[in-house]
């Protein structure tokens, strides 16, 4: 039986550059998903998942998301002094889901990187890695679905979704041999490959379940040419001596990370709030488009 996995780590030390300059001076992570922030909603899917302490890299210009996950006092004390008492109890919620801690990344310096300054907190456990620019609307949650298949092989997993042409050389993509429907074992990895040299059209999503051993990994591969530490170079060498699963994510994946897909998540997200729904769908068919 492997090890529970307990701890995941939430890169979030970006620059946010596609969103600027909304992200000059706030976390992209916190922008606004109807009403909750983007990494809300993936600590949520964690917590839903199992996982039991968040593990948050972060940088310089990041510390709203560090006073949204603390309890705010003030705040609880004026909606409980106006009888707001349910959404009291969702703000309290939130500092309550999970044991959140912090560690920080000098600098922007890649996503294997960024995993490798988690280090000291994840210790020697299996670990998820989780990006709120992968926003996924799955039951169950996207990272659950990836816990089951690394509690059966023992090994760590990669999600994955296919991407249609050209779209596959911004994604990490895997060459696989499928072991069951929508489970793949990993023959090898490339990142942003070009649509002629890629293996599959399966590209590597924003969740991951990898082992301890990664760590060593990531401290031997060298800087790609823009110096940044790629984990897809880091996983391909640890692939050698080990391992690797992928599986295909059932549900909906929307890139917020992108003006486009963030605008397009705004609008299923909206259409999925009871309070919201009516009214917004019936604006939306009186748009002369």
């Known amino acids: 039986m492997p090890r529970k996995v307990r701890k995941a780590v939430f890169p979030a030390a970006g620059l946010g550059t596609r969103f600027l300059p909304a992200t000059k001076a706030s976390p992209k992570e916190m922008l606004p998903l109807v009403d909750k922030p983007l990494i809300q909603y993936v600590v949520e899917e964690a917590v839903a998942s199992g996982i039991e302490s968040v593990i948050i890299v972060t940088g310089r210009a990041k ?16 909606l409980e002094g106006r009888g707001k008492l349910d959404l009291m109890k969702e703000m309290r919620a939130i500092s309550e889901m999970a044991r959140v801690s912090y560690v920080r990344q000098g600098e922007a310096l890649g996503l294997g990187h960024a995993v490798l300054q988690a ?8 670990f998820a890695v989780m990006l709120s620019d992968d926003i996924i609307d799955a039951e169950p949650p996207g990272l659950k679905q990836l816990l089951n298949v690394y509690e059966k092989y023992e090994a760590p997993v990669l999600g994955t979704m296919q991407v249609a042409g050209e779209a596959i050389s911004r994604f990490g993509a895997i060459d696989v041999d499928e072991v069951e429907d929508g489970v793949y074992r990993i023959k090898d990895m490339v990142e942003k490959p070009k649509f002629s040299d890629a293996p599959s059209d399966l590209a590597i999503l924003g969740r991951y379940v990898l082992t301890p051993d990664i760590f060593d990994e990531i401290e031997k591969t060298t800087p790609g040419a823009i110096g940044e530490i790629q984990i ?24 917020a990370g992108d003006k486009l897909g963030f605008l397009i998540a705004t609008v299923e997200f909206a259409l999925k709030r009871p309070e919201l729904a009516g009214e917004f769908r019936e604006y939306l068919k009186s748009l002369k488009l």
């Open 119 to 126: 280090r000291d907190l994840v210790g020697d456990e299996p």
């Open 63 to 78: 510390a709203p998301m560090e006073d949204h996950f603390d309890i705010s006092f003030e705040l609880e004390k004026l």
């Open 232 to 255: 897809t170079d880091a996983m391909r060498s640890l692939l050698r001596k080990r391992p690797f699963y992928a599986v295909r994510i059932k549900g909906t994946r929307h890139d």
